[in-house]
Structure formats: structure tokens, C-alpha cells
Nanobody, 117 residues
Framework: QVQLVESGGGLVQAGGSLRLSCAAS????????MSWYRQAPGKQRELVALATSSGNTNYADSVKGRFAISRDNAKRTVYLQMNSLKPEDTAVYYC???????????WGQGTQVTVAS
């Protein structure tokens, strides 16, 4: 059974930093894209950042220049470094792994990030 386990969330003051991690356990035949999503109360889940297996990255406009996604394929882990955090970054953050071979998207359980003003 595949599990994605996130860590690193918490409470931080505006302007601070957090680093989220997401590690996979279980059997995944291939991991193509690793992504971070977030969902704030009363809002839809939105894509924050993604990293492809070829090394390309993409970011939501709202986090460009502040967040950085990276991946360690050997550890099957994806990271999200979040700097200059703003109260509007407050949300539950989810990692997602897309496996083209499995034709499936795996999701983590979410980790809360709260940015106090």
C-alpha cells in the first residue's frame, strides 16, 4: 500500500520560512511529476508547485520567487521551501505524486501551515 507522508507544517510569523517534506512508502512503479497543492478554508484546492522527472519546475504566480520545490528521486521525497510567508499562504498543504505507469495520482494526508500576521 502506497503512503505519502508530509511533514514540516506549523505556525510561523509573516515573513518567516518553513520547509515541507513528503516521502513515499510502498510500491510505486514510477514517479513522474511530484507536486504540492494547498487548500485554504472555503476555497478550492490549488496547485502550488510541481517538479517533473526531467527536472522542470512550475509555480503558481502567487508563490513565484518565494517558494522552491525540489525532489530527491532516490529517497522518493519532494520538498517545498517556503520563504517570505504571508498570511494568505495559510492552508493545508498536500503532496501529490503522479505515476504514468500506474495511471494513478497518489496523495498525502495534508499538513497545516498557518502564517500569523
Amino acid at each position: 500500500q502506497v503512503q505519502l507522508v508530509e511533514s514540516g507544517g506549523g505556525l510561523v510569523q509573516a515573513g518567516g520560512s518553513l520547509r515541507l517534506s513528503c516521502a513515499a512508502s510502498g510500491s510505486i512503479s514510477s514517479i513522474d511529476t511530484m507536486s504540492w497543492y494547498r487548500q485554504a478554508p472555503g476555497k478550492q484546492r490549488e496547485l502550488v508547485a510541481l517538479a517533473t522527472s526531467s527536472g522542470n519546475t512550475n509555480y503558481a504566480d502567487s508563490v513565484k520567487g518565494r517558494f522552491a520545490i525540489s525532489r530527491d528521486n532516490a529517497k522518493r521525497t519532494v520538498y517545498l521551501q517556503m520563504n517570505s510567508l504571508k498570511p494568505e499562504d495559510t492552508a493545508v498543504y498536500y503532496c501529490q505524486y503522479h505515476s504514468g505507469r500506474d495511471k494513478y495520482d497518489y496523495w498525502g494526508q495534508g499538513t497545516q501551515v498557518t502564517v500569523a500576521s
